[in-house]
């Protein structure tokens, strides 16, 4: 019985696996992403469309809300979103001082912001008029709560972002981080104009 032939043996499978490009699937990702928190937020809007008119003998609208510090507190986010920007061109013209400053001031505007929602909310407790005490007042606080809590991990990501550009730079990691970040920033300032537009205003006028 002679012996089989040596057959050379051949790899058929690739070394390393194949990736599509960094960018681009973080950015889709991140796409993903916003598009997921839109729909969250529809959820909230829709619930508090339901229940806003839900009073239960309690307070409405126009006995609660301060509209100056509402408007104070609008002002910051939305002065916080055109500090971005300025972040944001300092880092495309690779000024990476201006950049880290212009950071820092938003961050300083969102921590203003937090603050205010902060005050409003332990206020409205104060006054019996807390989560449990009506369907209007739960979904309130549920969406503005809701938005307040992404605000608050945008700032703890915004001085994560911070110390990572301090320590490395403007690196290509860095500003990809930079530009999902800033997505997720303005995509809050666009939710909190309807939740002004919403909530507050057309509560004040019911």
């Given at each position: 019985?002679?012996a ?28 993903v ?93 104060h ?8 369907g ?20 703890i ?18 500003r ?6 800033s ?11 309807g ?12």
């Amino acid at each position: 019985m002679s012996a089989m032939p040596d057959i050379p043996r051949t790899s058929f499978h690739l070394e390393e696996e194949p990736h599509p490009p960094e960018g681009g699937s973080t950015m889709l990702g991140f796409w993903v992403y916003l598009m997921s928190d839109c729909l969250i937020f529809a959820i909230l809007f829709a619930t508090y469309g339901v229940l806003g008119g839900n009073y239960a003998a309690g307070p409405a609208p126009s006995d609660l809300f301060e509209l100056e510090l509402v408007a104070i507190n609008t002002t910051f986010l939305l002065v916080s979103s055109i500090t971005f920007g300025f972040a944001m061109l300092s880092m495309m013209q690779d000024r990476l001082r201006s950049t880290l400053i212009w950071l820092a001031v938003t961050g300083a505007f969102g921590i203003g912001f937090l603050g205010i929602e902060l005050y409003e909310f332990l206020h409205l407790i104060h006054i019996g008029a807390g989560p449990q005490r009506s369907g209007f007042l739960s979904a309130f606080f549920l969406l503005v709560g809701t938005h307040g809590l992404h605000v608050f991990f945008g700032v703890i990501w915004l001085v994560t972002l911070m110390v990572q550009v301090t320590q490395r730079g403007l690196i290509g990691a860095n500003r990809r981080r930079l530009m999902c970040l800033s997505m997720f920033w303005h995509f809050l300032d666009v939710i909190w104009i309807g939740v002004f537009t919403f909530v507050y205003l057309l509560g004040m006028l019911q």
